[in-house]
């Protein structure tokens, strides 16, 4: 596994959970917090535990690479609602990066030129999951645009 893919979605995970307290605080808060906190264990057992079996030279795609225009995309396009605009900002940043999230993982695949079965149905499906979400929400914000 990419421990970069992974990273970058604790890192989409907890801006989502951090809107999600003030926006939703719902069951979704909650199950938003467990992913993380299960992602963050994911990243401490591949950093330290699994050490010896993580090739970090296959894993070199640089994480700004995603997160910058993931960013910049947030400021620029985020949904029009009643809460402030630094919670909408950061929603969409959380949007956007879990949309290509799996990009380093497609990254380490690609120099590893040898994939297990298991990795590629999980990195498939975790790219069509992705694509919906984002598929989802992009179609949400244009009915807000074009219906209001």
């Known amino acids: 596994l990419s421990l970069k893919t992974q990273e970058l979605t604790a890192v989409f995970l907890a801006a989502r959970l951090c809107c999600s307290v003030f926006m939703e605080g719902d069951i979704h808060t909650v ?3 467990v992913t993380l906190v299960s992602t963050l264990w994911v990243v401490y057992m591949i950093r330290f535990k699994l050490k010896s079996t993580y090739i970090s030279d296959l894993d070199n795609m640089p994480l700004y ?13 985020h949904p029009y609602t009643q ?21 380093p993982q497609l990254r380490m695949m690609q120099n590893a030129k040898m994939i297990e079965p298991f990795t590629a149905n999980y990195v498939f499906a975790l790219g069509v999951a992705r694509f919906l979400g984002f598929a989802h929400w992009f179609i949400k914000v244009m009915h807000d645009v074009l219906f209001g």
């Open 65 to 77: 690479y995603v997160a910058v225009p993931s960013a910049i995309l947030a400021v620029l396009v």
């Open 31 to 33: 199950l938003d917090f």
């Open 83 to 103: 809460h402030g605009r630094i919670s909408r900002i950061l929603w969409a940043f959380g949007v956007y990066s879990e949309s290509v999230s799996v990009l």
